[in-house]
């Protein structure tokens, strides 16, 4: 542990960090919690009285008119299992493409991989929503990369992706991949290449190499990777917006659409944000204490 | 006769257009403690990993007992490595980073822990087989680098500095070690340093190395005694280096002239041919000279029989506990340091006083 010397300086300079986090990241999730508990105004906004009526809305069915008994509402669980699925499958498809991304990186020479690294984050400089509309227009039934496929005789009718859960996954691919090239980029680029050496000296295959000595050596890289696409990709509503069409409905669209216009129930929104937030805080939890644990196991054998 | 177990036959690397080994032919015999000396940067480690196969040669060849071994990646040689930095796996415990090349040879899980044991207790870790590499101290993971690699019991161990990390007891220590660790295996090392102690109090033959070359090749005694260069004769041990002129030659046997016109009896290495009036150095250890009473009846510079003494000015005395350094000036560019045991029957010599001094063993050196 640190001397307690500098203590009371560092507090003084933390200041502003907490009043930002605590004004810009506390107060606005204490809000969203307030409002889930709240009475739906008809013409958006609330009513400041005490409601379960949001949970009630999202757990369970009571019929069209409320009267009936309540049964399981699958609605809402469909779209936060498949968003789940979604966020997942985004995951690893980064991972997937990520990883190689970021270990070519890391094996250039030091001179050219800050230039990689920027040219990974150039299509960044443009706004989420221009990106995706683009990407729109590219993959649509008369865009650039049908016609361009059709030109070559590769194919003959059009690939259909508009609307289909590939269009909504290669969104969010397309979106998140940066986040999760750069951390196992940090990583790889601080390996010791001599332990591959090391491997491949003591008779282990490039395979082997990869699995038991980069891969558990730059493991919390790919985990930070893991943590920063998934979960905007959980909540992304702007791919499934545009990309997808009702049979990819996600949980970003869902709460999105709560608190747009005035047809929105602000408390259902909001529920919707707490559930989604609660289930995420209860995987990285989950996490923590298997990482910390490992860690624990680690010392006592020490 | 036996192959040699690894023959190196001129190898060349470059790197770019850096020349790292000019061109190197050597054979390193079967069980033999090997060693590579030089100053850092003169391609040690290049030509390890070369035989360990990290890098491939820019020319030449490299047999393992008999087979070239060009085609083969590091994985599928019998060759293991003691890396300068260790390389242990941080993620993987002490036994199971000793276990690592097993489990690749794809030994059984009984034998594995066998072994594993085995050498554990061999380097003396029994208490840490448990431990992550970074809960051990320098000469631990030292201990365990060593272990893994010998534990697959390959024909040859590769060992790059391995104890330059180490403070001077564990690795006065490990060197007594590391030496009854080979002669009870059997594995033939070769072992890297830049230190010329340790390769002189472990090596069964030393091979001395500068700028990508080999300068010399021998056991301990030859070249510290008989060094073939200035560059050998400076490198291992202190010397004295004087410009000497061939005054004439009698097989291995040389009389040189040097600055003052003192006449020398010195050795050549047999590989070298001089001639009358061959211009070189004469390396004299400082230990191989003495101090002796001036011998009124020996002319210092007497063509006939003995030249061996000298006559020079006394400069500088240096104690030293055991020793006293005598630094003497020879001729006006020509100075001789002489390292004398404290015995008390020299007496006191002043600053400034003329003594002679008696050459024991010198050798010319033609480069
Ligand atoms: N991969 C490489 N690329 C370029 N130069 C290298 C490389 N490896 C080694 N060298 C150069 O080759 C020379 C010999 O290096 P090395 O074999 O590591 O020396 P030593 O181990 O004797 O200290 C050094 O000058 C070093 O800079
Ligand atoms: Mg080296």
Redesign the pocket.
Known sequence: MASGTFTPVRKWLLLPTWVTIGFFLLLPILLVVVYSFLTKEFRGGVDWTFSLDAYDQFMFDRGLFGDEAPSIEWTYITIFFRSIVQALIATLFCLIIGFPTAYFIATRPASSRSIWVFLITVPYWVNLLIRTVSMKFLIRDNGPMNQGLMALGLIDTPIHLINTNIAVQLGLFYSYLPFMVLPIYASVERYNFALSEAAADLYASRWTILREVLIPSVKPGIIAGCILVFVPSLGAFLAPDLLGGAKTFMIGSLIEEQFKGTAGNWPFGAACAVILLTLVLMALTLYARAQSKERAQEQRAG | MPDAAVSIRGVKKN?GS?V?IRELSFEIRDNEFFTLL?P???????LLRLIAGFESTTDGEIFLYGEEIEKLPPDKRPINTVFQSYALFPHMTVAENIGFGLRMLGWNATDINNRVEQMITTVKLDEFSHRKPAQLSGGQQQRVALARAMAPQPRVLLLDEPLSALDLKLRQQMRAELKALQKETGITFIF?THDQEEALTMSDRIAVMSAGELQQLGTATQIYEEPANRFVANFIGETNLIDATIHSVNGQQVVCELPGGFLLDARIDNSTAVNTGAQGAVSIRPERLSIVAPDTSQQPTNHQGDHSLLNATLIDTTYLGTDTIYSLKLTEDHNLSVRVQNNNALGSKAIGDTVTVCVEAAQFLAQ
């Open positions: 790197f850096f790292a030089g850092s940067g003169c391609g040690k480690t290049t890297v």
